[in-house]
């Protein structure tokens, strides 16, 4: 019997993956922009703090990888999009604290 994953279990374990040019997780930057859980295949829908950011294919790796790991996971779809454009307006008040934001 194969374990059910939700969208929290998600973003939970999306938090352990970080920018490595910002010490802040993705979720707590603002990058994943949706969760879809289907089953058990996960579609993640996240950006980067700007489209150029060479960084891109590793979060983007590093985000699969972690989802991945988790059981229960089939299938793991991550879709990098630029629209809406991030902006510092979405990181959390905690990793703005931490930023000194």
């Given at each position: 019997m194969t374990t059910a994953v939700s969208k929290e279990d998600?973003?939970?374990?999306?938090?352990?993956?970080?920018?490595p040019e910002i010490p802040v997780n993705v979720v707590d930057l603002g990058l994943v922009y949706d969760v879809q859980v289907n089953d058990n295949d996960v579609?993640?829908?996240?950006?980067?703090?700007?489209?150029?950011?060479?960084?891109?294919?590793?979060?983007?790796?590093?985000?699969?990888?972690?989802?991945?790991?988790?059981?229960?996971?089939e299938e793991v779809e991550i879709e990098m999009v630029f629209d809406p454009p991030w902006s510092p307006d979405l990181i959390s008040d905690e990793a703005k604290a931490q930023l000194g934001l």
């Open positions: 998600i973003l939970e374990t999306l938090k352990s993956v970080y920018d579609y993640v829908q996240m950006t980067l703090t700007f489209p150029g950011c060479g960084m891109g294919p590793y979060i983007a790796q590093q985000a699969e990888w972690a989802i991945q790991d988790m059981e229960g996971v």
